[in-house]
């Protein structure tokens, strides 16, 4: 198996970059091999802009997605769009490992999706969901918070984390990715601790370190998470009225 990580943190030294190395360290142990996409250490430049198409199909007006399916067809997207492509591609595996910012991704991996999954391409409105462009490659989100877990809770301040994840999962999905139910690693924000506070905050989080691995360990016995598909939708893309799920929403 391949494994791609998509790594989406400024920090180096942060607890996502000590997840993204124990992701890297547990799956070549198992005998994978891997490669880690470092959005901010590679200067990957998240913001879609005319001038990453020089040769434009519409010169007086910026449409993204026109530019992109036309700079797929043509072979000119941008190098770091290529690069990107190229390595999901290669993947039979890929991880997202970021921190909850704003109760979302950071907008680096957000851009990521904005620039890399190029309409035309890598999707379009029949080439999406279950018929996707990925279909057979898996994916899973590795995700640090800094409150802990009773606040992501259906009653917690800080919003159901099922809820909170949808927007990405379904991103996933919709090209065509078996996702994975989120890792999600609760409560990583110190500081201001005790020294016997500060001690088992520590410990909690080689404690989480050795979740994630073994969680790795057993990824590929995994069940995706269920999404409907075409066959589930009308022409509206509504579950049709006699699907099982249509009376327990």
């Not at 399916?69 to 039979?92: K, S, W």
């Not at 970021?98 to 999707?123: I, N």
């Not at 996702?179 to 924000?189: H, I, K, R, S």
């Not at 989480?208 to 075409?230: M, Q, V, Y």
Request: glycine share 10%; with cysteine; hydrophobic share 35%.
């Amino acid at each position: 198996m391949h494994a791609l990580i998509v790594y989406s943190h400024p920090e180096p030294r942060s607890f996502n970059g000590a997840l993204k190395d124990v992701a890297v360290e547990t799956l070549q142990r198992l005998g994978h091999s891997v490669e880690v996409s470092d959005l901010y250490g590679e200067g990957f430049d998240p913001v879609e802009r005319p001038e990453h198409f020089p040769e434009r199909t519409a010169p007086h007006t910026f449409a993204a997605l026109t530019e992109q399916r036309h700079a797929y067809n043509e072979g000119t997207l941008p190098a770091d769009v290529q690069r990107e492509i190229a390595r999901l591609e290669r993947a039979d595996l890929v991880i997202l490992q970021f921190p909850l910012w704003w109760h979302a991704q950071p907008a680096m991996l957000k851009g990521w999706f904005d620039r890399v999954m190029v309409y035309g391409g890598l999707y379009s409105g029949s080439l999406r969901y279950d018929r996707g462009y990925f279909r057979g490659t898996r994916a899973i989100s590795s995700v640090t918070t800094g409150s802990p877990a009773p606040a992501f809770s259906r009653h917690g301040r800080g919003g159901d984390m099922a809820t909170l994840m949808w927007p990405t999962h379904c991103s996933l999905y919709y090209l065509g990715l078996e996702v994975l139910p989120p890792q999600v690693t609760y409560g990583v924000q110190g500081g201001g601790l005790s020294y016997q506070a500060e001690k088992s905050f520590r410990a909690q989080l080689e404690a989480d370190k050795a979740n994630w691995a073994r969680r790795l360990e057993g990824l590929e016995n995994e069940t995706p998470i269920p999404f409907s598909g075409w066959d589930d939708w009308d022409e509206n893309g509504v579950l049709k009225e006699e699907h099982p799920l249509r009376w327990r929403l």
